[in-house]
């Protein structure tokens, strides 16, 4: 793990094992204070409720097998073989509850889909190499994805209610789920206009916001009797005053947060923003770009709501997130990947491209996490597994791609488009060889000593410009989209 048995931090392993010592040993009302049981700048909870419960929950596992691993502050960057084996074994616990379940019940639900095919969309799907790296090499756990995958299969039989309720528990197991927040919110609002702004469209919005209510209400009880307590989770969760770039160096100094795949770190290679730009300018400047980015899907999505268009505004709006927002993460980048992979089997080509180009963003992380061996394998692997489930470079011409009625729209205009599909295939290849060529750079070559981060600061622009092609192509398929296909009439 990265940080191992390096003081004073130690590595995220150390994070979700302190977790579980503070839950475990502190009452409620301190788990979000510094005290002097409670050092919140050593990896003081930085997540919502659920995440601390969950937390807990597994302390009291590791108290019954050695309560050496939970100690209050002796158990400080605690190491050893025993309780590596239980931590990997809690993420494994969480993959097999939450996300296997869910994946497989997802693609086994598709229709007009041979079975044949549904395997393999499961198969692709689970082999997606970024969320193993992440979840069982960096270590974290994979419940709010899970959860996420839940509400999106909720939704997918028309139980709005139990998907507001799955989406809900994962917003409230990681703030990040909100960038998934908006396509729920559009869709189901879309939903209740199309059943009429009375009778059954207003109890179904009735119904689904007393379900917020009190999904919310049950996840925040241990805290709701105090303002103060919500106040500080709050502060906790959305620390705007670090500024743009600073989400993650307060808690650890190995981490190089100016080096993420998005627009600002990208932009930051020219124009120092960090130096020009007050961090205030900065949180209204990153809300306005992001809220103009996914303005277009959200409105289509209420106009004209359906589950096809739920699915890809679910990609738009999170990529819109991390390429704009404040203070992004790199592992954001799977929070894009999820819904992408929900549509591998409708696009299989461009879905495998990103599902690509996000496990290369992750690769300063993955170096870092001394994870390469994995990456090297995990990749190769995943892409050989795609192309022989959807023969993806023969997926390439402007229908496969789901961009016929955009390329009708420009007829007469753009005279190259019906070389699109060999011009898609050998861009594919270009990005492709691109992104092998950095990852062996950076593997095996040191960087020159006056560019100490050129590798890490190449991945991220090449990243970023495919993350931006990405944004548009996912934006104009569901733009032009009005067929809805295969979903059934909302009534």
Request: a positive charge; aromatic letters at 14%; proline letters at 6%.
């Amino acid at each position: 793990f990265l940080g191992a048995g390096k003081p004073p931090m130690y590595g995220d392993y150390e994070a979700q094992r302190h977790w579980q010592e503070i839950t475990y040993n502190l009452p409620v009302r301190q788990w979000y204070f510094n005290t002097s049981d409670n050092n919140l700048l050593y990896w003081g909870l930085d997540y919502p409720p659920l995440t601390a419960y969950h937390s807990l929950v597994c302390a009291h596992i590791a108290k019954l097998i050695n309560p050496d691993w939970v100690a209050l502050h002796t158990s400080r960057g605690y190491e050893s073989q025993p309780h590596k084996l239980f931590m990997r074994a809690t993420v494994f616990v969480a993959d097999l509850l939450v996300y296997i379940p869910a994946v497989i019940l997802y693609c086994f639900s598709l229709k007009e889909t041979s079975a044949k095919k549904k395997a393999s969309t499961a198969l692709c799907i689970l082999l997606y190499p970024g969320l193993i790296l992440i979840d069982h090499g960096h270590f974290q756990y994979p419940l709010s994805l899970g959860l996420a995958l839940w509400a999106v299969l909720c939704l997918c039989h028309d139980c709005d209610l139990l998907g507001s309720v799955a989406f809900c528990l994962a917003l409230n197991y990681k703030q990040m789920e909100l960038y998934h927040s908006l396509p729920f919110f559009c869709y189901l609002l879309g939903k209740c206009f199309k059943k009429g702004q009375k009778g059954k469209g207003l109890l179904l919005l009735a119904k689904l916001a007393g379900t917020v209510l009190v999904s919310f209400a049950a996840c925040w009880l241990p805290f709701g009797t105090d303002v103060e307590q919500i106040m500080q989770v709050l502060r906790r969760l959305f620390p705007i005053d670090r500024g743009l770039f600073e989400a993650c160096m307060f808690s650890s100094p190995t981490h190089c947060p100016d080096k993420v795949a998005n627009i600002w770190c990208s932009l930051s290679v020219l124009i120092k923003i960090k130096n020009v730009i007050s961090p205030r300018t900065q949180l209204k400047l990153s809300f306005a770009v992001t809220f103009l980015s996914l303005l277009p899907a959200c409105i289509k999505l209420t106009v004209q709501p359906s589950l096809r268009g739920f699915k890809f505004a679910l990609v738009s709006c999170a990529l819109s997130f991390f390429l704009f927002s404040f203070q992004v993460h790199e592992k954001s980048i799977l929070l894009v990947s999820l819904p992408v992979c929900l549509i591998i089997n409708e696009i299989p080509f461009m879905a495998t491209w990103f599902l690509l180009v996000s496990t290369f963003s992750l690769l300063p992380l993955l170096q870092k996490d001394e994870l390469l061996l994995p990456y090297a394998a995990t990749t190769p692997a995943f892409l050989a597994v795609s192309m022989a489930s959807f023969s993806i470079l023969e997926k390439t011409s402007a229908e496969d791609l789901q961009l016929k009625a955009f390329s009708l729209s420009l007829k007469g205009y753009v005279s190259w488009f019906k070389s699109f599909p060999r011009i898609v295939r050998s861009l594919f290849l270009l990005s492709l060889a691109l992104m092998g060529a950095l990852s062996v750079l950076s593997a095996v070559l040191p960087p020159p000593r006056r560019l100490p981060d050129l590798f890490p600061v190449a991945v991220a622009v090449v990243s970023c410009l495919h993350f931006l092609m990405f944004l548009l192509y996912f934006n104009v398929v569901l733009l032009w989209d009005s067929k809805n296909r295969g979903q059934k009439k909302i009534s």
